[in-house]
C-alpha cells in the first residue's frame, strides 16, 4: 500500500491547494498577448425572419476590430446531434442545421446572430449596442402541446409538425403492454410534468480562439467536460479542419452538470475571427448569457400508467412523453429523452411488460440536453411518482409495494424488459440501510412533534437505479450513436520514476487529479505523491471521449488500470532480465519486482531508470522507454442503484416546504474515495431538492424567458438544505470492470427529486389534504398552498 | 482613464480605470487577482467577495474609483505568511468543502468575514451568512461543516463527510 493512501483513502483533494489561494487557471483567468474581445449580439425575439444586418455603426465604432454574422458563416458546417433517432414509423429524425451564428431566422430569445470583436471588451460592448438589426417576429412555438397542435407555426420552416421523432421502446413489446392494461386489475395514471431546469454551473462558459499564420495551428480553450469530442465535432462537423490543426485546451473548469459537454457556436466564431483577424479573439460568457445560451435540462410532460393487481404487484407500464428539445438539436439532445430515459423505464422492479413513447419537439426556446443524470432522473420520477399514486389508490405501504416489486438479488444479471442488462445489485439491502439510517420506524414521533408546531411533517421514499459508466460503442452504434463511448489513458513512468497519467476524462470538480492518482499508486505500491495527472489538453492526453455519465471511473479509470498493467507486465520482462530469471516467476507487490523463492529483487524505481538508460537491457527484444496507452470500450453499463427517503415539513398556513432529513443508502460498487463520494452524492442531491422545490424556467407565451438571471431563478442556497445523511456501504461491485466501480456522479440528481415530492405528497395527506394526489416540480409555496385550497 | 491606487493584500498598488470599472475588473485585469472570479451579473451568487476595509463586499457591486485608497484582500492574501492554507482554507480542504473551486474564493472570504463577527456560530447562522454565497457543486453540506470547523467547533457528530 502507498503510504500516502490508495483506493478507499478518503484523501485530501492536492487540486484544492490551487483553488483555495485563488491560483485555479479557469478560461477567463488565461489572456494570450494581443487578444481582442468578443461580444455576441443575441435574439430578443423567440422566432423571427432576420431581413438585414447593418453592421456599419458597429464597425466603426472605436476599437472594433470585426463584426461577423451568420452569412459569413454559411460556408461551414452545421453543429451536429450526436444520436441518429428512428421513429417508431421507421423514419430518420428530422434534423435541421444548427448554424455558427443564426441565419435567416433566430429560433429562440439568446439565439447569437453576430459578433462583434474590438480591442477592449467595453470597445465590444459599446460596438454590440450599435449593430442594427431588421427581425420581423413570428408567432413564438413556446408550449410542446401547441407546437404539436398548431402546426402552422413552425421552429423551422421545413418540419411541418415541429416533432423530431416519435420513439418507441420497445416497439415489439407494445402489442403485450397494450393487452396486459386491458385485463389489469388495477390502473394507476399520472400525468406530470419535469420542469425545464438551467444547469448554472457558477463558471459562465468562455473561449479564446487562437491560430498561428505560420503553422496552420488553431488553437481553443474553452469551457469544456471533454475536450477531444469537442476538437472532433469543431474540427470534423463544423469548420472543417483537420483535427491535428486544433488543439483544445478545457483547463480549470468551475462545473459542468452536462451544460459543458457540448460544442457551441461561440467556440468556432471565436476560431474563426481569430484566423480573420491574425490574433487572439476571447470571449467571457455573462450570467444573463448562460441563461439564454447554456443547453437547458429535462422539460418532460409526461403521462405514465402502472397496471397492478390489488396487492401492488407490477404488471406493466407505459409512458407517452413529449420532450422539449428546444430550438435546435444540442449534441446529445436525442439520445437524453430516448436512450438515456426509456431504457430505465423499468427501474429496480420486476415490471415484466414496460412500453415508452416520446415525442421530441422542436420549440423556440434555448436547446435541451444532458443535465445532470440526463434521462434518468425524468424516468425515476415518473416511476416513482406513479408507485406513490398507485399505493394512494389501494390503500397500501409506499415501501411494502416497493420491496414486493424490487428485483431480488437472486435474479441477476437481469435482462430489463427495455433492453438493459443489470449486472448486479442488492435492493433490499439498500432499502433496509435507509431505513436504518433515516430511522423509519421513529417517523410517528416526529410527526407528532411537528404538528405539536402546527406543521405537516411527510416521509417521501425513492428506490431507484441508473445506468451509467456510458457506454459500450457496439451497443450505442446500434442505438444510433454516431461516435464510440471508450475512454483511455496513457501511463508515462519517467526516467527518475515518477509518472504522468494522461487521461481522456475532464475533472471539473470530481477530483480526479486526486482519486485517479490513489489508484494508480495503489496498483504500482508507489506513492500517489509522485504520481501527476494530467488532462484537459489535446495535446498532451490520448483519445478520449471526457466526462458525463458517471463515465469517468468506470470506463477511463479502467482504462488507466489497463495500461498501468501493461507497465507491469513490461517491467516484469525488464526485471526478468536484471534478476537473470524468467519472466514467469517475476512477481510484483508493493512496488518492487522479485524472483519469486530468492531475495532477488529490483524497485519500480529501478526497473524504470533501466528502460530509459538501458545499459543491461534485452534491446533485442523489448523496446526500450516505460509508457503505455490503453483504450476500454465497457462491456456493458454499470448499474448504480439506491433507496432513499425524504422527510419534509409543510406549513399548514403558507404551504412552505422545508427539508427536515434526507438519507441516501447507495449502491455505487466499490468506493475509491468515500470523503469525494459523499460530497458527489450531496451535490447531487442538493440539485435534486432544487428541482424539486426551488428552480423552475419559465417562458412566457411569446418566448421571453422570465426566469433569465439568479434574481429570478431560484437556485438552492446554503440556507434552503439541510445537512444530509449518506451512505454506500452495502456495495455490489460492478462484474464487468476490474475495479468494480459504478459510478457516482449523477445518483443524488437522479434519486432525489420524487422522494422529496412524495414527502410533499404524504404531509398533505396526513394533514387531512386526502384529495391532493400529485403537484408538480417545483412545488412551491404557492403551489401547495393553492392545491391546499382547491 | 484615471488611475486608483489602493492597498491590496497589504501592498500598494494602482492600475487605470475608467469610470465604469468594477471593483472585481480592477482586481482580475488591472492587478492581474485572479482569485476573485465573477459568477453572475446581478450581485447574486458571491463568488466575487473580498474584503474593503474589513467589511466583506461583493467587488461586482462596486466600482473600482469609488474604493480609491481603500484597504483591500482577496483570496491571494489568504494564505499564512509561510505559504500554507490559512485556518479557514484548511478546513475547506480537510471537509472537502469544494469541488469545482469557482465559488471558493468567495466563500473563503464570507466565512472569514462571519468568523470575524461571530466567532461560534451556529449551522444555521452559518447558513443563515451564506445565503448569498451560491454553490452549485457541494449542496454547502461540506462547506457549513469546515466554516464550523474553521470557527474550532468540534465537527465529529454531523453525519459523513
Redesign the interface.
Known amino acids: 500500500m502507498p503510504k500516502d493512501g490508495g483506493i478507499g483513502a478518503s484523501t485530501v483533494r492536492r487540486e484544492d491547494i490551487r483553488f483555495l489561494t485563488g491560483k485555479g487557471r479557469y478560461t477567463h483567468d488565461i489572456d494570450i498577448r494581443g487578444q481582442a474581445y468578443a461580444v455576441f449580439v443575441r435574439s430578443d425575439v423567440a422566432n423571427g425572419k432576420i431581413n438585414k444586418i447593418d453592421t456599419s455603426k458597429a464597425m466603426a465604432s472605436p476599437g472594433v476590430l470585426a463584426v461577423m454574422t451568420g452569412e459569413d458563416f454559411v460556408g461551414m458546417g452545421g453543429n451536429p446531434a450526436g444520436w441518429l433517432i428512428q421513429s417508431r414509423g421507421g423514419e430518420t429524425m428530422k434534423e435541421p442545421k444548427r448554424p455558427v451564428l443564426a441565419h435567416g431566422k433566430v429560433r429562440h430569445v439568446g439565439d447569437a446572430y453576430a459578433v462583434v470583436v474590438a480591442e477592449t471588451l467595453a470597445q465590444a460592448r459599446d460596438g454590440a449596442a450599435l449593430i442594427e438589426a431588421d427581425i420581423t417576429e413570428l408567432p413564438a412555438v413556446v408550449n410542446m402541446a401547441d407546437a404539436v397542435a398548431n402546426p402552422a407555426n413552425r421552429v423551422h420552416d421545413e418540419i411541418e409538425n415541429n416533432v423530431c421523432f416519435d420513439w418507441g421502446w420497445i416497439e415489439d413489446n407494445r402489442a403485450a403492454v397494450d393487452a396486459a392494461f386491458k385485463s389489469a386489475p388495477h390502473v394507476t395514471t399520472l400525468e406530470l410534468v419535469n420542469n425545464r431546469l438551467v444547469p448554472n454551473a457558477m463558471e459562465p462558459r468562455a473561449s479564446i480562439g487562437d491560430y498561428d499564420p505560420g503553422t496552420g495551428d488553431y488553437k481553443l480553450i474553452t469551457t469544456s467536460q471533454n475536450p477531444h469530442l469537442s476538437r472532433l465535432l469543431i474540427a470534423a462537423f463544423v469548420m472543417g479542419i483537420p483535427e491535428n490543426k486544433l488543439t483544445v485546451i478545457a483547463p480549470d473548469v468551475g462545473g459542468g452538470f452536462g451544460s459543458k459537454i457540448y460544442h457551441y457556436g461561440e467556440e468556432a466564431a471565436v476560431l474563426a475571427a481569430a484566423k480573420a483577424l491574425n490574433r487572439p479573439v476571447k470571449w467571457v460568457a455573462e450570467r444573463s448569457e448562460s441563461f439564454l445560451s447554456d443547453a437547458h435540462g429535462r422539460d418532460h410532460v409526461t403521462k405514465i400508467e402502472l397496471a397492478s393487481d390489488k396487492e401492488g404487484n407490477f404488471l406493466a407500464l407505459r409512458t407517452e412523453t413529449l420532450a422539449n428539445v428546444g430550438a435546435y438539436l444540442s449534441n446529445f439532445s436525442t439520445a437524453t429523452p430516448t436512450f438515456l430515459h426509456g431504457t430505465l423505464m423499468s427501474g429496480p422492479y420486476k415490471t415484466p411488460l414496460v412500453y415508452v413513447n416520446v415525442k421530441a419537439v422542436f420549440t423556440n426556446t434555448v436547446p435541451v440536453d444532458a443535465y445532470r443524470g440526463a434521462g434518468r432522473p425524468e424516468a425515476t420520477y415518473s416511476i416513482e411518482r406513479v408507485v406513490d399514486k398507485l399505493c394512494d389508490e389501494l390503500g397500501l405501504d409506499p415501501l411494502e409495494v416497493r420491496r414486493k416489486n424490487l428485483l431480488t438479488p437472486d435474479q441477476f444479471p437481469y435482462q430489463s424488459p427495455v433492453g438493459l442488462m443489470y449486472d448486479t445489485g442488492n435492493y433490499q439491502a439498500t432499502l433496509d440501510k435507509m431505513l436504518e439510517l433515516a430511522d423509519v420506524a421513529g417517523f410517528e414521533k416526529r410527526a407528532a412533534a411537528s404538528k405539536a408546531r402546527g406543521k405537516m411533517r411527510g416521509i417521501g421514499y425513492s428506490t431507484w437505479i441508473e445506468a451509467c459508466g456510458i457506454a459500450p460503442s457496439n451497443l450505442v452504434g446500434v442505438l444510433g450513436a454516431r461516435v464510440g463511448l471508450y475512454d483511455a489513458a496513457t501511463v508515462r513512468v519517467n526516467a527518475t520514476g515518477n509518472i504522468s497519467v494522461m487521461v481522456g476524462a475532464h475533472s471539473h470538480g470530481q477530483g480526479h487529479e486526486t482519486v485517479f492518482a490513489q489508484i494508480v499508486a495503489d496498483q504500482l505500491g508507489i506513492d500517489a505523491s509522485s504520481i501527476d495527472i494530467v488532462h484537459g489538453d489535446t495535446s498532451k492526453i490520448p483519445f478520449g471521449m471526457g466526462s458525463y455519465g458517471s463515465r469517468s471511473l468506470a470506463v477511463c479509470g479502467t482504462a488507466m488500470t489497463k495500461a498501468v498493467d501493461k507497465i507491469i507486465a513490461k517491467g516484469k520482462k525488464i526485471a526478468a532480465h536484471m534478476l537473470e530469471a524468467a519472466e514467469g516467476d517475476i512477481t510484483f507487490e508493493d512496488g518492487k519486482f522479485s524472483d519469486a523463492g530468492t531475495d532477488k529483487a529490483k524497485t519500480f524505481g529501478e526497473i524504470a531508470f533501466s528502460a530509459y538508460v538501458p545499459h543491461n537491457y534485452p534491446l533485442e527484444t523489448l523496446e526500450p522507454g516505460l509508457e503505455e496507452t490503453a483504450f476500454y470500450d465497457p462491456a456493458n453499463f454499470t448499474y448504480p442503484a439506491g433507496a432513499y427517503a425524504c422527510e419534509v415539513e409543510v406549513d399548514a398556513d403558507t404551504g412552505e416546504v422545508t427539508i427536515a432529513s434526507f438519507t441516501c443508502a447507495d449502491d455505487f460498487g466499490n468506493v475509491m474515495n468515500p470523503m469525494i463520494v459523499n460530497g458527489q452524492v450531496h451535490g447531487g442531491v442538493a440539485q435534486g431538492i432544487g428541482q424539486a422545490l426551488l428552480e423552475s424556467t419559465t417562458y412566457d407565451e411569446t418566448g421571453q424567458l422570465l426566469s433569465g438571471s439568479f434574481m429570478d431563478y431560484a437556485m438552492p442556497r446554503a440556507d434552503n438544505l439541510p445537512m444530509f445523511t449518506v451512505d454506500h456501504s452495502c456495495n455490489t461491485p460492478c462484474t464487468h470492470n476490474p475495479l468494480g466501480v459504478k459510478g457516482c456522479g449523477e445518483a443524488g440528481a437522479i434519486g432525489s427529486p420524487p422522494a422529496v415530492v412524495n414527502a410533499v405528497i404524504d404531509a398533505l395527506h396526513r394533514g387531512g389534504h386526502t384529495n391532493i394526489s400529485h403537484i408538480d416540480m417545483p412545488v412551491t409555496p404557492a403551489r401547495v398552498w393553492a392545491a391546499m385550497n382547491a | 482613464m484615471t488611475k486608483v491606487t489602493m492597498t491590496v493584500n497589504g501592498k500598494s498598488v494602482a492600475a487605470e480605470t475608467?469610470g465604469?470599472t468594477l471593483l472585481s475588473a480592477y482586481l482580475?485585469e488591472g492587478l492581474g487577482?485572479?482569485?476573485?472570479?465573477?459568477?453572475?451579473?446581478?450581485s447574486?451568487?458571491g463568488?466575487c467577495v473580498v474584503h474593503v476595509n474589513g467589511q466583506a463586499v461583493k467587488a461586482c457591486s462596486v466600482f473600482a474609483q469609488d474604493v480609491a485608497g481603500a484597504d483591500v484582500r482577496?483570496?491571494?492574501g489568504?494564505?499564512n505568511a509561510d505559504g500554507s492554507?490559512g485556518v479557514i482554507?484548511q478546513a475547506?480542504?480537510?471537509h472537502?468543502g469544494?469541488?469545482?473551486?469557482?465559488?471558493?474564493?468567495g466563500m473563503?472570504m464570507s466565512t472569514a468575514a462571519l468568523l470575524k463577527d461571530n466567532p461560534k456560530p451556529t449551522?444555521?447562522e452559518?447558513?443563515?451568512y451564506?445565503?448569498g454565497?451560491?454553490?452549485?457543486?457541494?449542496?454547502?453540506?461540506?462547506?457549513?461543516?469546515a466554516v464550523l470547523a474553521a470557527s474550532g467547533q468540534d465537527v465529529g457528530a454531523?453525519?459523513?463527510?
Not at chain 2, 158 to 161: G, H, Q, R, V, Y
Open positions: 475608467e465604469r482580475r487577482l485572479t482569485g476573485t472570479h465573477i459568477g453572475c451579473d446581478t447574486q451568487c463568488a482577496t483570496i491571494e489568504m494564505a492554507l482554507q475547506f480542504q480537510t472537502h469544494l469541488q469545482c473551486g469557482f465559488c471558493t474564493p473563503v449551522e444555521s452559518v447558513r443563515h451564506l445565503e454565497n451560491m454553490c452549485r457543486c457541494t449542496g454547502y453540506h461540506n462547506i457549513v461543516k454531523i453525519a459523513a463527510e
